[in-house]
């Protein structure tokens, strides 16, 4: 059964947040691209590729498995958004991904969006037993109360739910791996993009939404 790796962490407030937390000081933290009552929008400060973005809860939540139903229909909007954005300034697919208490470098709710040519995972990946289809959030919320840790995955309208420090990894590692030119070893992903491409994102940013005020949040 999917989830049987992870210890259960303790389901939803981590802490009130402090300045111990990036996400919840912002200190030396990329400019905002948008936010709304809960959540906000900003470039990766150390972005895997170009156009690298996150969407950050404003409550100091463990991961969004822990998340009200409001704040998650809330959070689909913005993925529609960011999304809409990256489609036009970087002209690829956008991989969507949660390292829902599993590989977080910060320990506080937020979801990666990057451009990539990954067009979908192959049918043998997904029949694999630690990685199950999913049709929301209710999934990883549901996936979060019975087992802790969890992978979420987007490409494309097809999401998935993968157990949190499943073997599957290392294959879906490789895949990225192959389709990016990206290298992964023990200390994460060797990236190559610098803080040029952080000023260069929030700068398409702004040009998408001076083309069109319906951009706008």
Request: one cysteine or more; glycine letters at 6%.
């Amino acid at each position: 059964m999917l989830g049987r790796r992870g210890r259960q962490p303790e389901p939803g407030r981590i802490g009130a947040g402090s300045d111990h937390c990036v996400f919840c000081s912002r200190h030396d933290q990329p400019q905002v691209l948008f936010e709304t009552e809960s959540l906000y929008a900003m470039p990766d400060k150390y972005p895997m590729l170009p156009g690298h973005t996150l969407i950050i809860a404003r409550q100091h939540l463990a991961c969004y498995a822990a998340a009200s139903d409001a704040l998650l229909a809330e959070l689909d909007r913005a993925i529609s958004h960011v999304r809409s954005f990256l489609d036009a300034a970087y002209d690829s697919p956008v991989l969507i991904f949660e390292n829902g208490v599993a590989g977080q470098t910060v320990f506080h709710a937020h979801l990666h969006l990057v451009p990539v040519r990954i067009l979908e995972i192959s049918d043998t990946l997904a029949a694999h037993e630690d990685i199950a289809s999913s049709t929301g959030w209710k999934d990883a919320r549901a996936h979060y109360v019975l087992h802790g840790m969890y992978r979420y995955v987007q490409l494309r309208d097809r999401r998935y739910i993968i157990a949190g420090y499943s073997p599957v990894l290392h294959t879906m590692r490789r895949v990225m791996a192959e389709t990016t030119g990206l290298s992964w070893s023990e200390h994460g992903w060797a990236r190559a993009t610098t803080p040029e491409d952080v000023r260069n994102l929030n700068r398409r940013w702004h040009e998408w939404i001076a083309r069109d005020d319906a951009n706008a949040w």
